[in-house]
């Protein structure tokens, strides 16, 4: 029988334990099992191929991206070199959106220099400049919707449409969204990977990463790799994200609603100078967003007027909004693009992506929304 998400993901894994009748799944601590007799191995022989507690979560989040099957890693930028180790050659082309998230800007350009593949990063909005890319004909091509930091939504349809007629695997970061909110294997996707550190936990106490996909002979191969290299999640990890999952759908709701809220009452202040929401009717593919999203999602960026003395000012008198990296949490958070997230790239990279220097980010919780509008109207009155 096919269950809704909000179902799966609160039943997922219960009542597996045959020996005490535990509610809960237990986590297995331990690195090695025995065998059942000499060239008899059971389904599990050793930890970092496979845990009892980490085929349970990959399970469960295969299912939520109506996906085949799913490797968890150690973080999600283990899971995007995961997915380049797997499909990349050096004589290979990757393409990749040119404001992606600054983590995975730079691997790419680190594993470039290093003649492991090559890299092209483009304006994915552009149709000539996705065009000229896929006329190279690219082993891979990377999506981001929305883009981290600025929103950009592309239509993952139409670019895997365009990517498979000339043979390209299509690869959707869904860490901003969660399958909660957008399904990219349904909108052409091949592989989907997440930062599981962020929505899928909720909790901002683990760091992992997923890679999905709905092809078996990749997921034979990403499972293979992972276990090679040695990039699988931990059993505690895998625990702790499974706990974070049961309440997935309700911190979606919750902190989306509170970004609306939000939206509504930035757009109104004069100190904003650019607000960038996908629910805003002039965001560029708000549209789109409307036809493959649940929502809108939780994370808003913004311009603030001045320079780095008004920004000092912005940050400093919040006091519901924390000032650091990563998102997704049931906590609100702050950064500031050019110095946190994105300093590895470079003021030209960044400037040539369209980050600017007076750009934040905030990654909205699930507090009470007017207790995070009034933390904002507070700041943006001290800013001299």
Known sequence: MKRTQETLVVRSGLNVDQQHGSVVPPIYLSTTYNFLDFNQPRKHDYGRRSNPGRDEVQQV????????????????????????????TPDDLLVAPKDCYGGSYRLFDSQQKRGAYKVLFIDQHDPQQLSTALALKPKVILIESPSNPLLRIVDIVSIAQQAHNVGTIVIADNTFLSPYVQQPLLLGADVVVHSCTKYLNGHSDVIAGVVITKHADLADEFAWWANNIGVTAAPFDSYLLLRGLRTLPLRMVQ??????????????????????????????GHEIAKKQQRGFGAMISFELGGGETEIRQFISALSLFTLAESLGGVESLISHTATMTHAAMSKEARHAAGISDSLLRISVGIEDSKDLIADLAHALQLIA
């Open 255 to 284: 902190a989306q609603q509170n970004a609306l809220d939000i939206v509504n009452f930035l757009k109104q202040q004069p100190k904003i100078k650019k607000l960038y929401h996908p629910s805003l009717p002039e965001h560029p």
């Open 61 to 88: 989040l295969a299912a939520l991206e109506a996906g085949h099957a799913a490797v968890l890693t150690g973080s999600g930028m283990a899971a995007i070199h995961l997915i380049c180790t797997v499909l990349l």
